[in-house]
């Protein structure tokens, strides 16, 4: 029995890899977590955007949200009662830079097995389409793994900038959000999102669920248990963070993410 997606919404998703709208935190929290953004710029002297895996963890506030029932009732529904956070990224979109993401498979650079993860998109500001709301190709998800080119394009917001070579993209469907909604999308649905165009920054954290069984391809890494058991032990814990930011996590993102764009570590599409 489902915690709170109808049977036709779980069936969707199984069927179309994604679902959109979800209701999550409210505009207040939304905002919140907007002020700890840029209070963490103005003392670190750098956008959480460039943290680019588990940039929750310098955030108390973010840090929480990955407990939160309203999130975690939907992902239980869709990857059972036993779920860990993996990673997590803030995505940053000034007003007009140009910045965008490729059409692009979690599951080439993930490192993940069995292909389970599901990636929950808060919306911290409104996500439309003339703001670069993420879209995605319906049904993608139960294809192919694509090969992707490491363009590392400076305004490509991935952290290779990778870019699946070929793909036919002319069915896709928007994710659009107001501020506090979140969509859910399944780690081998192809993706990406366009330049924000509108005078208004776009701002979503992305915060990726596994259930305890799936394993790391890549060497132990770490993750964090937010509900139910871990009865495997494949994943060693990520640290708390204290405080409204906490810099003194910032090495251990920072290495996360090195790990991430490391070159040994090849895309599963050519493994």
Known sequence: MPKVLTEGQITFYRDNGYLAPLEGIDPTTAAAMRDDLDAFEVAQGMSAGELSMKGHLCFRRSYDITFDDRILD??????????????????????????????????????LDPNELVTVWIALTDATPDMGCMKVIPGSHRGETYSHDETFHEK?????????????????????LKAGQFSCHHERIVH???????????IGLGVFFIPTHVKSTIGRRTACLVRGVDDYGHWDTDPVPEGRFDAGIIDHVRAATERYVDPQYVQEADA
């Open 74 to 111: 939907v992902v239980e529904d869709l990857i059972g009662p036993n779920i860990m956070t993996f990673a997590s990224r803030f995505w940053i979109k000034k007003s007009q830079d140009g910045t965008y993401v490729s059409w692009h498979q979690d599951s080439a650079y993930f490192g």
């Open 156 to 176: 490509n917001l991935l952290a290779r900038g990778q870019s699946i070579r070929e793909i036919d993209d002319g069915n896709f469907d928007y994710m659009a």
């Open 192 to 202: 990406g999102s366009d330049a924000n165009d509108t005078p208004s920054d776009r």
